[in-house]
Structure formats: C-alpha cells, structure tokens
C-alpha cells in the first residue's frame, strides 16, 4: 500500500524546536518530489516546503523561511521537517504529500499536530 | 504569496450541480495546466479529486470535473450527494520559489 505517515508533532514553547518525521512506504520514495501542507485550526491549506527527489533543490514559504529546514533520506524512506524558533502561528496539523511531477499531490499522511504554546 | 481566490461557500440541493471557481494570474492558473482539486472532510486529510486542470484520479467519481478559461479554474459536482459535503480547495502550480499555491478553500453544503 502506498502509504506516508508523519510523526513527531507535539506541545513545544514558543521559541522552542521540533522535528516532524514523514516515513514512506509502497513507492519508490526516491523518484518523488515531495511537499510539507500545513493547515491551521479553523483555517485552509498552507504550503509549507518543497523537496525535489534528491533534496538537491527546496524551497520555502515566506512564513517559514529561515526557520524551519527540510531534508529528505532517500536510502531511509524518510523526510524531515526541522522547525526553529516556534510562534503560536505554527500551530497547526502538518502533513507530508507526495508531489508528481511538480503539478499535484496524490498521496497525503494523516498529518501530525503542533501545538506551540506556552 | 496571495491565496488563490475561491469563493468561501457554496451549496446545491440533492441531485443538483454545482460550481466552484478559481481565480489566480498568468504566473500560475493561467501559465500552467497544474491545477488540481482536493477534497477534505472534517479531521481528514485532504483527498486529490481533479490534476492537471481536468484528469480524475483512479477511484474518483465522474460527476467530478474540471476545467479551466484563462486565469480561472473550475470544479463542476453533478448529480450532488449527501458525502460530497465538505471543503474544496484548489491549488496550483507557480514557477517561483513559492511552487505551490492554494485556494482558500469553499465550504461545500448539500441541503
């Protein structure tokens, strides 16, 4: 089964880090770029980071650039979300999606939930 | 990084059909044939629905479609079910460091 499950989410201070964790299983996870979504309580979609299939190229949105940092082990099946310098802002449920091609995501984690507060 | 902009709420009665819009620029709807639609029930991940402006994925029903007129994305619901209620989002992409776009989202209720 084609499957991403993220992990890692929690209760952190402002301030503070957390590491979110995006394992995937059923693909060849090497082949695929992949995207961080976040979606506050109450509110829509965010795009988060982008990753190509080597992480070779990522890019961040302008809320979260310079905090948070996205790296991918293609020999692992994992990725990571590493997030710096928390505000209540960032409280949100994190998911990981796959990304074909730069053009849609088609696979989506159940998503994990960050709660920054003090 | 301005959202795409959808309407906030839509509704239709049983067996009606209804259409959501999605209106962006030429650096994104209207420059790229990269739009695609997701549905996303309360606590649930989002669900891909429409790629690629009008391609439905394996599974998805076929009173789901999509189009797309210069700047502006479409998704047409037919014949609407109770279990289509839900948020709708489209997204697309830009080619920019910000390669990903939302909508805000349109809160679709079956009366």
């Known amino acids: 089964e084609v499957q991403l499950v993220e992990s890692g989410g929690g209760l952190v201070q402002p301030g503070g880090s957390l590491r979110l964790s995006c394992a995937a299983s059923?693909?060849?996870?090497?082949?695929?770029?992949i995207n961080w979504v976040r979606q506050a309580p109450g509110k829509g979609l965010e795009w988060v980071s982008f990753?190509?299939?080597?992480?070779?190229?990522?890019y961040y949105a302008d809320s979260v650039r310079g905090r948070f940092t996205f790296s991918r082990d293609n020999a692992k099946n994992l990725m990571y979300l590493q997030m710096d310098s928390l505000t209540a802002e960032d409280t949100a449920v994190y998911y990981c999606?796959?990304?074909?091609?730069?053009?849609?995501?088609?696979?989506w984690g159940k998503g994990t939930t960050v709660i920054v507060s003090s | 990084q301005s959202a795409l902009t959808q309407p906030a709420s839509v509704s239709g009665s049983p067996g009606q059909s209804i259409t959501i819009s999605c209106t962006g620029t030429?650096?994104?709807?209207?420059?790229?044939?990269?739009v695609s639609w997701y549905q996303q029930h309360p606590g649930k991940a989002p669900k891909l629905m429409i790629y690629?402006?009008?391609n439905r994925p394996s599974g998805v029903s076929d009173r789901f479609s999509g189009s797309k007129s210069g700047n502006t994305a479409s998704l047409t619901i037919s014949g609407l079910q109770a279990e289509d209620e839900a948020d709708y989002y489209c997204?697309?992409?830009?080619?920019?460091?910000?390669?990903?776009?939302f909508g805000g989202g349109t809160k679709l209720t079956v009366l």
């Open positions: 999606a796959r990304f074909p091609g730069e053009s849609y995501m088609d696979v």
């Open positions: 059923g693909f060849f996870f090497s082949a695929f770029e």
């Open positions: 990753s190509t299939t080597r992480g070779t190229t990522v």
């Open positions: 030429s650096s994104d709807v209207g420059g790229y044939n990269r």
């Open positions: 690629d402006v009008s």
């Open positions: 997204c697309s992409y830009r080619s920019s460091s910000t390669i990903v776009l």
